[in-house]
């Protein structure tokens, strides 16, 4: 059923709810109002480290491009932590491009499927670059857009992977020459082409993923044919190695999609990669198996659970 990734995330991470600090309409795409809330960093809390200023994390949430809101209370447990840590968190609506669609049957029907994948996460990307450039023009919001790190799960990652591909590709929409994320966290993402393998031209921004072995909501490896499909971290942490990028990649052994809901339960690795790897710039390379049973467990979660 669609509601089946809902109802994984809300297990997922219960807890007491953070009410957003402000609430902005970013931008209206085919007639919708797409808002981000702005989760400012506590009071008293550290908003640097050794000296240089934290970045804003502006997140992008999962749900199979059918589901789910910036809003989902299970969210609020990790905006708590990361606000407590001294990081503002902007949380961002997006159009979702699967909702209503009716997947066809045989090869005409995984086509046309496949291009409205691609579809809806080209139209998640756009509205990754509205909402930054809205930041970038209200200065009032105070939220820095040169340091900034993009983070999803689930399909937010789809779209956080594919936001960072299109800028070293040179399409940043109306964003500024040379703008880049500070980096980008990948919860059980991938990226989704109609033309082939994707390649990343030139190094990344830090780029830190995480995902299940035994994924198939989201390819960790790759799904699908004829050069259409989507690629996934172990794909993407390949190409990495072989053109000598630096990474971080965490390949959760025998785990399924229930990785994208890992988002508070890894706070200690992303306080890590954030420091070392975003703020200190060591430009480090981790590839880790990691085996942990005591790791929280939902059941695994398939596309046909998604999109029945």
Not at 82 to 98: E, H, K, T
Not at 149 to 170: M, P, Q, R
Not at 231 to 244: C, E, T
Request: charged share 20%; proline share 3%.
């Amino acid at each position: 059923m669609k509601r089946i990734l809902i109802s994984f995330f809300i297990l997922a991470l219960a807890g007491a709810a953070a009410m957003a600090q402000t609430t902005r309409v970013y931008a209206v795409r085919d007639t919708l109002e797409l808002r981000l809330d702005i989760h400012y960093a506590e009071e008293g809390s550290e908003t640097s480290f050794q000296g240089i200023a934290k970045p804003t994390i502006l997140f992008v949430f999962g749900g199979g491009f059918v589901a789910g809101s910036r809003n989902d209370e299970w969210y609020f447990p990790w905006f708590h932590t990361m606000n407590g840590n001294g990081y503002n968190v902007v949380a961002i609506d997006y159009r979702l491009g699967m909702k209503g669609y009716k997947m066809g049957k045989g090869l005409r029907g995984a086509v046309r499927a496949s291009d409205q994948f691609y579809l809806s996460q080209q139209m998640g990307v756009e509205d990754v670059f509205a909402a930054v450039e809205y930041l970038a023009t209200n200065e009032e919001l105070g939220i820095d857009v040169d340091n900034m790190v993009l983070a999803g799960n689930s399909a937010g990652a789809i779209i956080s992977l594919a936001t960072e591909y299109d800028i070293l590709h040179g399409r940043r929409a109306s964003l500024p020459e040379g703008f880049n994320f500070k980096g980008v966290m990948s919860f059980a993402g991938g990226i989704i082409s109609t033309s082939g393998a994707p390649d990343f031209p030139s190094q990344p921004c830090p780029i830190l993923l995480l995902h299940g072995t035994a994924d198939r909501a989201v390819a960790y490896k790759h799904y699908g044919a004829f050069g259409r499909g989507i690629w996934g971290s172990d794909y993407i942490a390949k190409r990495f190695a072989k053109k000598g990028f630096f990474y971080s990649i965490y390949r959760y052994l025998n785990r399924t999609h229930d990785v994208a809901a890992y988002v508070k339960v890894l706070w200690d690795l992303e306080k890590d990669f954030l420091e070392q790897d975003v703020m200190l710039g060591r430009n480090r390379t981790i590839d880790a198996t990691v085996y942990d049973p005591s790791l929280p467990s939902w059941g695994d979660i398939s596309t046909d659970d998604i999109y029945k």
